[in-house]
Structure formats: C-alpha cells, structure tokens
C-alpha cells in the first residue's frame, strides 16, 4: 500500500471510531446510564445489557448462548455509561 493510501484508511477509521463514541454517547445518555451527581445507574445499565442481549440472541438456544451475550451485553452497556459520561462532561 503506498502512503496516501495509508493514512487515508487510518483517517476513516478515525472517523468511524468518532461516531461509534457519539452513537455511544447519545445512547447512554438518553437510557440515563449515569446519574447527575456523576455515579452510573447500575439498575438501568443492566436493563440496557438485558435488551442488548435479547437483541442479539433473537432466538438462538445453544446452551453458552445466553451466558455470551450477557456477557458481550455486560461490556457494551458499561462501554456505553461511560461514553455518555464523558460526552457530558465536556
């Protein structure tokens, strides 16, 4: 690959990185995964992990399936409290 071609790709990537954080953001922020006083909302945050993970499953059975995607749901809804905190604090 030659240089343009280099730092074209890093550019888009840092572009797409930039909306994922904003999609974050904005979804943590109107779930209200974080608090005003600047505590996360632990009850919310896995309300948000539980939908996450019915989502993804959409069906599926398989017996790890659930225990996986609870756990994938887990780290996105954290992932996604912190976004929005950061994003409403600056």
Same mark, same amino acid.
């Given at each position: 690959? #030659? +240089?343009?071609?280099?730092?074209? !790709?890093?550019?888009? &990537? #840092?572009?797409?990185?930039? +909306?994922? &954080?904003?999609?974050? /953001?904005? #979804? %943590?922020?109107?779930?209200?995964?974080? *608090?005003?006083? %600047? %505590?996360?909302? +632990? !009850?919310?945050?896995?309300?948000?992990?539980?939908?996450? *993970?019915?989502?993804?499953?959409?069906?599926?059975?398989?017996?790890?399936?659930? +225990?996986?995607?609870?756990?994938? %749901?887990?780290?996105? /809804?954290?992932?996604? /409290? $912190?976004?929005?905190? !950061?994003?409403? *604090? $600056?």
């Amino acid at each position: 690959m #030659s +240089r343009p071609a280099v730092a074209r !790709r890093t550019y888009l &990537e #840092s572009v797409q990185a930039a +909306r994922v &954080e904003a999609l974050r /953001a904005a #979804s %943590g922020t109107k779930a209200g995964l974080w *608090t005003a006083a %600047g %505590g996360f909302d +632990r !009850r919310a945050i896995m309300t948000f992990a539980v939908h996450y *993970t019915r989502a993804v499953l959409n069906g599926c059975i398989a017996r790890g399936c659930w +225990r996986t995607a609870m756990a994938h %749901g887990l780290k996105t /809804a954290w992932a996604v /409290a $912190h976004a929005a905190r !950061r994003a409403a *604090t $600056h």
